[in-house]
């Protein structure tokens, strides 16, 4: 196995190469090797389902697919991007929702700071929504949980230093929901595979919240029911939130940035009793389903999973649209939690959140606050963020991760000293933004809005001041503690050739950006308070 160059640094490596056989144990097998030059593309294209787009404008590198088996029935795989033009740093990426496959666009977004990058396809070949393969397989949940994962880690490490026939100085994981997830599982197992993480929206409280997915989407069912909310009605919502809520931060800009302030009246929002066309009011029976899915979810006065955010209402769609709950969440409960693919959400009790809690399958649920310690002992750092209109995942379960964090650790004056938790008003889930609010900081998975080229976003925005990448990296390696980073967003939110719309800084929790000033769109008329 090698990979073909034209040049000396990988006639160099040539040893090193045909090494790669020797540094993996026998359960682990090559599957290739292909050398990709400056500017070229790489991927699996549509057989990775999950991932079908191929990373373009690549770095001159070299790609590595490597096949792990796990158990008797089960085996990953994880891809390996080495390029010629190495920092001495080690980046896993992550995946998302129930997806089976490697994220190439994410290995190659990290290929281009100069990293050696792994992902893996977490042990099955899906798309993010299909949950079929968990069905009576612990072991595929396993690889899914934190095998595949970790396993990537470890052997991509020791390929990475037998290929350069050098150290690795640093290691990085950048992952954002189900990536977010496993970055923080991988933590609380292994404290020593990471020096700095970057975890974006993360789905860590899965026993809880994909039964939440289920439970949330039955107050909106049945369609043809009274409490519907069609979801056409969603932006009729957002819109009465914004007035509402918009003004609190002191800037009318149509982006909620304190939703925790506002007292937000739905009764605003109630037909009249004449009214003829309901298109944009909600009936009695619907302003209690909204009531609803604003509220908390528990069951015997434990909090299970945090209600939908103020201001996250246009983008509901995710797991509140269709005529049955999102596969995210009733995918799990007839994959994960009661291996039966013919029950439906009609059946869902509280009963299936408390089996999910107790059998935790796969192990997948991020909730060993306390292995933190050991990660915080060795100086990991830890950079949270998560979009505020985020209504696929609430914000506020990233807000229950750190406040039990805060709560083991002795609190916020000495928790911010190595993990720091940024929220960004106005973003949705992992990225962009439906009211023009600032949202890119380089985070896991936000290049891939972009499109497929690896340097997506980064131009004009390649500092420790827009990158949340390259902060965490000086926060790791020079101690610079990271007290803002600047988002950003375009005219059109996902084409960056569209020009610079908005920058704004995001602030560490508890701190919150207040306007100081001139024009809102740039970031100087803002600080952290
Ligand atoms: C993606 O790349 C693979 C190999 O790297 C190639 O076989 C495939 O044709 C490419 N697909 C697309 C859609 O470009
Ligand atoms: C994944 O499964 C699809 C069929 O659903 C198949 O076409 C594809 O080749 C498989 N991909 C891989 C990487 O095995
Ligand atoms: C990976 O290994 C497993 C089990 O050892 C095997 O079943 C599978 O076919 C292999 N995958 C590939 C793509 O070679
Ligand atoms: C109801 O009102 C909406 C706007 O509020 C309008 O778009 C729609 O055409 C109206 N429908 C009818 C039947 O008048
Ligand atoms: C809902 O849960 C959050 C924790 O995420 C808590 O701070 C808040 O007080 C709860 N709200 C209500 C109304 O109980
Ligand atoms: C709750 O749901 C589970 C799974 O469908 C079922 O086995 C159980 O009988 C239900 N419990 C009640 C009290 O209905
Ligand atoms: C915004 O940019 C994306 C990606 O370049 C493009 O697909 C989309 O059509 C654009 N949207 C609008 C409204 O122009």
Known sequence: MRCTTLYAFLVTSFIALAIFEHVLPKEATVLSTVFVESGGSYGEGAPDIAYPSNSTSLPELCAVIVNVTTSAISSYRFGLFLPSQWNQRFLAVGNGGFAGGINWLSMGNGVTYGHAVVSTDTGHNSTSTDVSWALDNEEKRKDFGFRAIHGSVVFGKALTEAFYRRDIAYSYYAGSSTGGRQGLKEVQLHADSFDGVLIGAPAWWTAHQQPWTSKVATYNLPVSGSNHIPSDRFSVIAKEVIKQCDAIDGVVDGIVSSPNECDFDSLALACDDDVQNTSACLTVPQLKTLRDIYANYTVNRELIFPGMELGSEATWSMILSGD??????????????????????????????????????????????????????????????????????????????????????????????????????????????????????????????????????????????????????????????????????????????????????????????????????????????
């Open 324 to 529: 049955a709950p999102s596969a995210l969440g009733d995918g799990y409960i007839q994959n994960f939690v009661l291996n039966d693919p013919d029950w439906t959400w009609e059946q869902y009790n509280d009963s299936i959140v408390l089996l999910a809690e107790e059998f935790d399958p796969g192990g997948c649920t991020a909730w060993d606050y306390n292995a933190l310690g050991k990660f915080r002992e060795r100086g990991g750092k830890l950079f949270l963020f998560h979009g505020l209109a985020d209504g696929g995942i609430v914000p506020r379960a990233s807000g229950v991760f750190y406040e039990r964090t805060l709560d083991l650790f002795g609190g916020l004056n000495i928790v911010r000293d190595w993990f720091r938790l940024f929220y960004i008003p106005g973003m949705e889930h992992v990225g962009d933004t439906p009211v023009g609010a600032p949202w890119f900081i380089s985070g896991g998975s936000q290049a891939s809005r972009l499109g497929s080229n690896a340097w997506a976003g980064r131009a004009g925005l390649d500092d420790p001041q827009h990158d949340a990448l390259l902060a965490l990296m000086d926060w790791v390696e020079k101690g610079m503690i990271i007290k803002q980073v600047i988002a950003t967003t375009w005219t059109n939110s996902t084409d960056p050739d569209s020009g610079v719309l908005r920058q704004r800084p995001l602030c560490p929790y508890p701190e919150r950006q207040v306007y100081i000033g001139g024009n809102e769109k740039v970031a100087e008329s803002w600080k952290c308070v």
